[in-house]
């Protein structure tokens, strides 16, 4: 039985939908199975591979393959801000902060009023502009200004 493209694409919707409503076992086995079943390079959504990514990073601990598919999420659907908030949770779970701040400052420039970049954002918490903005943030100057900034704001 040969599946279309659009039988794999509801099927990947369906995926999609209950990784969102937080049913991350049910989604990943559904869009496992969508990843199985297009050996023909079906175009399947970003979103598809953004949810497939950040499940298998998260739940398979499989990160650098769930990193790729995030990535890949971005070239196949760069407008979708829901790409970049799990390209930013993948960065999170591999510990690179920097990265996931950038991913979530696209997903914000796309749409500044995404529930779930918003949310992923005071989760991870944004850090203050730099003192001296000229300079960058690793500037011996906004390193020493900023934690006497900081000293100042706790008392």
């Known amino acids: 039985m040969t599946t279309t493209t659009t039988e794999l694409n509801q099927a990947a919707q369906r995926g999609v939908d209950a990784c969102k409503q937080g049913q991350w076992k049910e989604g ?41 598919l995030c990535q890949h999420s971005i070239k196949v659907q760069f407008y979708e801000p829901e790409n970049y908030v799990n390209l930013a949770r993948v960065h999170l779970l591999t510990r690179n902060r920097r990265k996931a701040v950038e991913a979530l400052t696209r997903a914000l420039k796309l749409n500044a009023m995404h529930p779930r970049a918003i949310a992923l954002a005071r989760e991870i918490g944004w850090r203050r502009p730099p003192v001296l903005p000229f300079l960058s943030r690793d500037n011996f100057l906004n390193r020493i200004l900023g934690k006497m900034r900081h000293q100042l704001q706790q008392k």
């Open 28 to 68: 990943l086995a559904i869009l496992g199975k969508v990843a199985e079943s297009d050996r023909q390079g079906a175009e399947l959504t970003g979103l598809f591979y953004s949810y497939l990514g950040y499940g298998i990073a998260r739940y398979e601990r499989r990160s650098k393959e769930g990193l790729a």
